[in-house]
């Protein structure tokens, strides 16, 4: 069974450009997650999607965005890049039960962007 | 304040000693995840816990939750180079997903 897949793996891009990253959860998750784990820090959230839906977000300014597919992809785009931005973008996908509670809970490999 | 709190921060031992990380939860956990990522890479799945008292092996690396499923700990027996990277403790509080601070283990040759 094929896992988290993110891509691209490695992301160049300059000041103020858009990057747009993509993750497709595994097979029969409805949940996708979006970390950022920026150079020696902890991981820190990002956004949630299911069904469709954003359900949560985390402390990120607006150009932080995002979506989810009918297939339950993702994308995450980030507008106006900064060089605070480059950072390993990590995905990981679930499913959530009717209870709310996430599981199954999977990470891809992550994206690697690098602002220049 | 943290939900998910790890100890050590760090850790540097001896290569073919033991070592255990232990990780601590305010609430109760539906379930608690370890990972390790070794730096600038993605995560490495290593364990899931789920049963207060569950215990489980995975080569030289075992995960224990205890029985009020509120700590967890991790236990490497005589750890090799490769155990080198960032242990990370991770769990479901029902809709969230938190991850604890991380401890970085060295080992030395």
């Known amino acids: 069974e094929a896992g988290v897949t993110q891509s691209p793996t490695h992301l160049i891009k300059t000041r103020g450009q858009q990057a747009t990253l993509r993750c497709s959860p595994i097979?029969?998750?409805?949940?996708v997650y979006w970390y950022q784990q920026a150079l020696g820090l902890g991981l820190q959230f990002l956004l949630w999607?299911?069904?469709?839906?954003?359900?949560n977000r985390g402390n990120f300014p607006p150009r932080f965005s995002g979506r989810q597919f009918p297939n339950y992809s993702s994308e995450l785009n980030v507008n106006a890049l900064e060089l605070e931005d480059s950072a390993l973008y990590l995905c990981?996908?679930?499913?959530?039960?009717?209870?709310?509670?996430?599981?199954?809970?999977?990470f891809g490999s992550g994206t690697r962007l690098t602002v220049v | 304040s943290q939900e998910l709190e790890q100890s050590p921060q760090s850790l540097i031992v001896q290569e073919g000693k033991n070592l255990t990380i232990n990780c601590t939860s305010s609430?109760?956990?539906?379930?608690l995840y370890w990972y390790k990522q070794k730096y600038g890479e993605g995560l490495i799945f290593l364990m899931m816990l789920q049963k207060g008292g569950e215990e489980k092996s995975h080569e030289k690396i075992t995960a224990k939750l205890d029985e009020k499923k509120q700590q967890s700990s991790l236990h490497i027996t005589a750890s090799q180079p490769s155990h080198a990277g960032i242990y990370l403790c991770g769990a479901n509080y029902g809709q969230n997903f938190v991850f604890g601070p991380g401890t970085r283990l060295s080992a030395l040759p």
């Open positions: 609430k109760t956990l539906y379930g």
């Open positions: 990981a996908s679930s499913l959530t039960l009717g209870t709310g509670v996430a599981w199954g809970y999977t």
């Open positions: 097979s029969g998750h409805t949940s």
């Open positions: 999607y299911d069904e469709g839906e954003e359900r």
